[in-house]
C-alpha cells in the first residue's frame, strides 16, 4: 500500500544493554583497582525490527476494532491520532456511531510495518454485511485515517456518502472515501478547511440537490455533486479512480453565482 500519511517517528522502548568490564580478570585489586579510571557502560539502542513493528501495530488495530465494536464514543476518541482529535469531538464520534453498521467480527489479513506508520488490512463482518478496510497506525498505536473498500459501489452513492459526512463536518469519516495519495495531500484538518473557506463565497450548506455520472472510462469516472448553499447553487466535481477511490475534488474559487431557490415544504 502507498504511504497514506505523515505520522509521528515509531517509539518503542529500547533495551538498554550495559557492559562492564569490571571482574573480567584484569588482575588488579584492591588500593590499585581503587585507582584505575571507573568503567563506563556503553549504552546500545536496540532498533525495533520489523516483527517488532508488525506486532505493536497489529495490537493496536486490535484495540482500535475493538472501542469500534463497543460503540465507546469516548474510546473511539481517544485513539484518534492528534490531527483527527482537532477535527472531531467524542459528541462527533457519537453521531457518526448511530449512523454506522454493527461491526460483528474481523480478521486481520495483512500488515505492512514501516518507520514512521503502518498500514493494517482487515476485514470485517457488520451488520451490512463483509467489507475490506484498511487501517493506517501511527507508532503512538494511534489511528491516522483509515479506508473502506466501497468498489462494488456505484459511484454516486460514494460521493453521496462522502458528501453526507462532509456536510456534517465528519472530516474523518469524509477523508476515508480519498485515496490514500489524496489522504497525503489534504488532511482532514486541510479538508475542513476547504469546505469552511467554500462556504465563506457561497454561503451555508442548504443540501445536496442532485448527484449524477457525468463521465465514465477504464480508470476514471467525474461525479457531479449539485449542491445548494443559502446565497447560491453551485457544482462540485468528484473525480474517483477505478477502485471508487475519490482522487480529485474541485471547491470552485469562484462560485457560479447562481441564486439559491429555497426548497418547499
Known amino acids: 500500500m502507498l504511504r497514506p500519511f505523515n505520522v509521528p517517528s515509531l517509539r518503542l522502548l529500547p533495551a538498554l544493554i550495559l557492559i562492564s568490564a569490571a571482574g573480567l580478570g584484569t588482575g588488579v585489586t584492591g588500593a590499585a583497582a581503587a585507582a584505575q579510571p571507573a568503567a563506563i557502560p556503553s549504552h546500545h539502542r536496540a532498533e525495533p525490527t520489523a516483527a517488532m513493528v508488525e506486532e505493536a501495530a497489529r495490537a493496536a ?10 460503540g465507546d464514543a469516548q474510546a473511539r ?6 490531527g483527527l482529535q482537532r477535527v472531531s469531538s467524542p459528541a462527533m464520534v457519537a453521531e457518526s456511531i448511530k449512523r454506522m453498521p454493527k461491526l460483528l467480527s474481523w480478521t ?22 463483509s467489507r475490506e478496510l484498511t487501517m493506517v497506525i ?19 452513492k460514494v460521493v453521496g456518502a462522502f458528501m453526507t459526512a462532509l456536510t456534517k463536518g465528519e472530516f474523518i469519516t469524509a477523508s476515508s472515501f480519498l485515496s490514500s495519495s ?10 475542513q478547511k ?13 443540501r445536496v440537490k442532485k448527484i449524477w455520472k457525468a463521465e465514465s472510462t477504464a480508470s476514471m469516472k467525474l461525479v457531479i455533486v449539485n449542491t445548494q ?15 471508487n477511490q475519490i482522487i480529485g475534488v474541485d471547491f470552485p474559487t469562484d462560485p457560479d453565482p447562481q441564486p439559491a431557490k429555497v426548497p418547499g415544504p
Open 61 to 70: 488495530a486490535e484495540r482500535i476494532l475493538i472501542a469500534v465494536r463497543s
Open 77 to 82: 476518541f481517544n485513539q484518534f491520532a492528534p
Open 108 to 129: 486481520i489479513t495483512a500488515i505492512q510495518p514501516g518507520v514512521d506508520s503502518s498500514s493494517v488490512d482487515a476485514r470485517i463482518l457488520t451488520s451490512a454485511g
Open 138 to 156: 501511527d507508532g503512538e498505536g494511534k489511528l491516522e485515517g483509515y479506508n473502506i473498500n466501497a468498489q462494488d459501489f456505484d459511484a454516486e
Open 182 to 191: 489524496l489522504q497525503e495531500d489534504i488532511s482532514q484538518a486541510t479538508l
Open 194 to 206: 476547504k469546505w469552511q473557506n467554500l462556504q465563506r463565497l457561497t454561503g451555508n450548506f442548504v
Open 229 to 243: 448553499f443559502n446565497r447560491l447553487t453551485d457544482n462540485l466535481f468528484v473525480s474517483l479512480n477505478e477502485r
